[in-house]
């Protein structure tokens, strides 16, 4: 049965760092597309950072050089380290698998809530 789960949010301080964490049942991370989204109250769900199966990365501009993607196939873990957080960075954080580079094959997991709060 596929199924994706994050950890890692929790409450920090602006200034603060997390290190989010997604695995997967199911799914091969190294036959897959992997990607963090988050939602932002008032927002829609927007793109944070995209790791390719060849291993390109990309960022949101918003990311500003603060978050690391990061994939330990061996293990089928990606990482988000995210520094230097700030308030406007609260919501809920989401890992979405795309199997085979497939957006169509996507398969999100549930959400770990990161707040920035002092």
């Known amino acids: 049965q596929v199924q994706v789960v994050e950890s890692g949010g929790g409450l920090v301080e602006p200034g603060g760092s997390l290190r989010l964490s997604c695995g997967a049942a199911?799914?091969?991370?190294?036959?897959?597309?992997v990607a963090w989204y988050r939602q932002t109250p008032g927002k829609e769900r927007e793109l944070v950072a995209r790791?390719?199966?060849?291993?390109?990365?990309s960022y949101a501009d918003f990311v500003n050089s603060r978050f690391t993607i990061s994939r330990d196939n061996a293990n089928n873990r990606v990482y988000l380290q995210m520094n230097n957080l700030e308030v406007e960075d609260t919501g809920v954080y989401y890992c979405?698998?795309?199997?085979?580079?497939?957006?169509?094959?996507?398969?999100w997991g549930q959400g770990t809530q990161v707040t920035v709060s002092s």
């Open positions: 979405a698998v795309d199997r085979s580079g497939q957006s169509r094959l996507r398969t």
């Open positions: 199911g799914i091969l991370f190294r036959f897959s597309h």
């Open positions: 790791s390719a199966i060849n291993g390109d990365i």
